[in-house]
C-alpha cells in the first residue's frame, strides 16, 4: 500500500529543502539525521511529506503521553487511508536494576504502572 499525504497545505519557507534533504538521506541509507525546528513549525507535516515520498512504513517515538496523542492525531489526520497505530507504555515511572560498582551501589528495580492506560490498552479494538 502506498502512503498518501492528504492536505490542503503545501511546504512553505524550509520546508521544501528539509524533505528534499531528509528524503535523500533516507534513500541514501542515513542513520542518523535530525528535524530542527520550534513548536508549530510544521515538523510533523514536513515528515508526512517524506514519508509520502519514501514509502515505507515509520515507527515515530515519543518522550511523553501528552505529545504522542497530538502525534497520533496528525499523523492519522495525514494519511486517513493508511493504518497508524497508537501505542504508549502502561509505566508512569520505570527505573531498572543498575549496579555502580564505583560505590558499591545497588539500585532495585521500581515502577508505577498506570491502571487506566493499562485497563485500555486491553480494551477491544473496534475495526472500521
Known amino acids: 500500500m502506498s502512503f498518501t499525504l492528504h492536505s490542503d497545505y503545501i511546504p512553505s519557507g524550509d520546508q521544501p529543502?528539509?524533505?528534499?534533504q531528509l528524503?535523500?538521506?533516507?534513500?541514501?541509507?542515513d542513520k542518523?539525521?535530525?528535524?530542527l525546528g520550534v513548536t508549530g513549525s510544521g515538523k510533523t507535516f514536513t515528515i508526512s511529506n517524506v514519508i509520502e515520498k519514501v514509502n515505507k512504513p515509520v515507527l515515530v517515538m515519543s518522550h511523553n503521553k501528552t505529545l504522542a496523542a497530538q502525534l497520533y492525531a496528525e499523523f492519522r489526520g495525514f494519511f486517513p487511508q493508511n493504518r497508524?497505530?497508537?501505542f504508549i507504555s502502561y509505566y508512569d515511572y520505570y527505573q531498572p536494576e543498575a549496579y555502580m560498582p564505583a560505590?558499591?551501589?545497588?539500585?532495585?528495580?521500581?515502577?508505577a504502572i498506570n491502571q487506566e492506560i493499562d485497563r485500555l490498552r486491553l480494551k477491544p479494538r473496534v475495526r472500521f
Open 17 to 20: 529543502e528539509a524533505i528534499r
Open 23 to 29: 528524503t535523500e538521506g533516507i534513500l541514501r541509507g
Open 32 to 35: 542518523f539525521q535530525t528535524l
Open 84 to 86: 497508524v497505530e497508537f
Open 103 to 111: 560505590t558499591d551501589t545497588y539500585i532495585e528495580k521500581d515502577s
